[in-house]
């Protein structure tokens, strides 16, 4: 079964850019998380959906948004690029139960400039 | 709201000896807890997880957690390091006392094992 799959896996923007990150889940998983992740916070949540519905949202500002389409497939969106925003973003997949445990893609490394 | 707490930002220990990475948790209602790796460059994997029943936890690679609710802890351990298990953990928690709540990472422990 073919894992967790993150598109870019590197990205470079500018101060003021927008960026939209995608993430495929494990065929089968309706719940799809994201994280951001960097040296000094660690992870700290972003949004969680299943089956195409936000089931929670972290404490972010209004530019990052996301939605999860049919297929399950999420994207996230970043708007008004700040350079505090350079982090590896993570997402994760699961069945979608609380007690699940999930399984997380390789990231997308952003950048700003 | 639920936290979770890893005091040590980096462990050493000798190959061979025994390993302890600390956790420690706060939640309104009971816990479901996790313990995940990341090699570098690579995501998150999945070790092991406490939902219900007996405390102690065995995972993949020989690792194992002990949930304590008195001291609400879910220390990581194994019993003889391995230099390939040298890695950043992380433990993290979700509440079960507050409906659908998100999962919550610690900052993560750097564990390096010494040849």
């Known amino acids: 079964k073919a894992g967790v799959t993150q598109t870019p896996r590197y990205l470079i923007k500018t101060r003021g850019q927008q960026v939209t990150l995608s993430c495929s889940p494990i065929s089968g998983h309706r719940s799809v998380s994201w994280y951001q992740q960097t040296p000094g916070q660690g992870l700290q949540f972003l949004f969680e959906y299943f089956s195409e519905t936000q089931r929670n949202k972290g404490n972010f500002p209004g530019r990052f948004s996301g939605r999860q389409f049919s297929n399950s497939r999420s994207e996230m969106n970043v708007s008004t690029l700040e350079l505090g925003d350079s982090a590896l973003y993570l997402c994760?997949?699961?069945?979608?139960?609380?007690?699940?445990?999930?399984?997380f893609g390789p990231g997308t490394r952003l950048t700003v400039l | 709201a639920q936290s979770v707490a890893q005091p040590e930002d980096q462990v050493n220990v000798a190959e061979g000896n025994p390993l302890t990475v600390k956790c420690t948790y706060s939640v309104s209602g009971n816990p479901y807890l996790f313990w995940y790796v990341q090699y570098p460059n690579r995501g998150l994997q999945f070790l092991l997880k406490?939902?219900?029943?007996?405390?102690l936890v065995k995972g993949s690679y020989g690792f194992e957690a002990e949930f304590n609710k008195s001291q609400t802890s879910f220390h990581l351990k194994k019993p003889s390091a391995l230099v390939s298990d040298s890695a950043l953990y992380f433990c993290?928690?979700?509440?079960?006392?507050?409906?659908?709540?998100?999962?919550?990472f610690g900052k993560g422990t750097r564990l390096s094992v010494i040849a």
């Open positions: 993290a928690v979700r509440d079960m006392g507050r409906g659908n709540t998100p999962l919550v």
């Open positions: 994760a997949s699961s069945l979608g139960a609380s007690s699940n445990e999930q399984f």
């Open positions: 406490y939902i219900t029943g007996d405390n």
